[in-house]
């Protein structure tokens, strides 16, 4: 039976390597087609983002190369949204540095690039980004042991969480303080963190449970005639969620251009 699972593992991981080409081979023969600059970064961004899926990989050299290559065209893409002033392209492209330069273990560098992606999310009043770059900052202060910085940085998340009702980052918030407890030797904190974090992501399933219960009654009583599909019921889920008006994050200068 262990045999099997093996194998069938195996086969799963050498199906998604061949998928994993195949996008590549696509992307960069659409990437030759392109002549003008401003439409090769996006296409670089995709490139980058088949090498940035390395996690699925175990052969460590050929995990090494995905790495390398996630960076190398990530900069390319990061120099080109430089050149049009493309901030949500920066962003992005910063996430993505951040994340390979993370799992190298390389903080410095990581803490560096969130930083960035923390300013533009700021300037934009982006507040889910800005939040979830204050997660991703937390955790890169966790592992350098940091872990006054890390409060600090979590206990902002949280604030913005709650006070822009965003319950699913304020769950991750929460997840994460209960990373931090347990690494600082306090797993009774720990513990309660956690806790915090499910009560939260089951009340959301609740919540959504309702809606959907609300939007099929909705739907029975005033298009009796017609089948309700998946599609009209999205429709109607759209329709009766009410917006929710971010309040303004503090403002940092954007990073210098590159």
């Known amino acids: 039976m262990k045999k099997l ?3 069938t593992l195996l086969i799963l991981a050498g199906v998604k390597l061949q998928a994993a080409a195949s996008d590549l081979d696509s992307l960069k023969q659409k990437l030759q087609l392109i002549t003008n600059d401003s439409l090769k970064a996006p296409v670089y961004t995709e490139i980058a983002g088949v090498y940035l899926k390395y996690d699925t990989i175990s052969n460590r050299r050929r995990k090494l190369y995905y790495q390398t290559e996630a960076l190398n065209y990530t900069m390319m893409a990061l120099h080109l949204y430089s050149r049009y002033s493309d901030s949500t392209g920066l962003r992005v ?3 993505n540095l951040a994340k390979v330069y993370a799992s190298q ?3 410095s560098q990581a803490k560096w690039f969130i930083l960035q992606s923390n300013n533009i999310s700021r300037i934009k009043n982006d507040i889910p980004n800005v939040i979830s770059s204050l997660i991703k900052l937390s955790t890169v202060k966790m592992e350098i042991k940091d872990y006054k910085l890390a409060m600090r940085d979590l206990n902002e998340a ?3 969480s709650i006070t822009n009702k965003i319950p699913q980052l304020e769950a991750a918030v929460q997840k994460n303080f ?8 306090n797993p009774a904190k ?3 963190a956690l806790k915090r974090a499910d009560t939260i992501l089951d009340s959301i399933k609740a919540k959504e449970a309702a809606t959907m219960l609300a939007i099929e009654k909705f739907a029975r009583d005033t298009i009796p005639a017609k089948k309700i599909d998946s599609a009209t019921k999205k ?3 759209v329709a009766m969620k009410k917006p929710v ?3 303004k994050a503090p403002s940092k200068k954007i990073v210098a251009a590159l």
């Open 178 to 185: 209960g990373y931090l407890y347990n690494r600082m030797d």
């Open 158 to 160: 949280l604030s913005l």
């Open 93 to 95: 492209s910063f996430d």
């Open 105 to 107: 273990r390389k903080f």
């Open 5 to 7: 699972l093996i194998l």
């Open 245 to 247: 008006k971010a309040k």
């Open 190 to 192: 720990g513990a309660v």
């Open 235 to 237: 429709k109607l889920a």
